[in-house]
């Protein structure tokens, strides 16, 4: 394995993972806001499941977002 290649690969990953992620909960929350689903004021929970089948890898991620 190239360490190198790995690395970077792996880092191009991720940083797609982040950027259309924060993407993707921007446009529901502000859709969410703008229906009056959410006030705007909320802490929402949220779980990012992260799975790679070749090598058996199950990462469960949770946290919460803070609306304000």
């Not at 959410?38 to 946290?63: R, Y």
């Amino acid at each position: 394995m190239n360490e190198d290649v790995f690395n970077a690969s792996l880092r191009g990953f991720l940083k797609k993972v982040g950027i259309t992620s924060q993407r993707e909960i921007e446009k529901a929350v502000r859709e969410a806001v703008a229906s009056g689903r959410l006030k705007g004021n909320e802490k929402l929970p949220a779980k990012v499941v992260l799975t790679i089948g070749s090598v058996d890898l199950v990462h469960d991620i949770s946290g919460e977002i803070e609306l304000g």
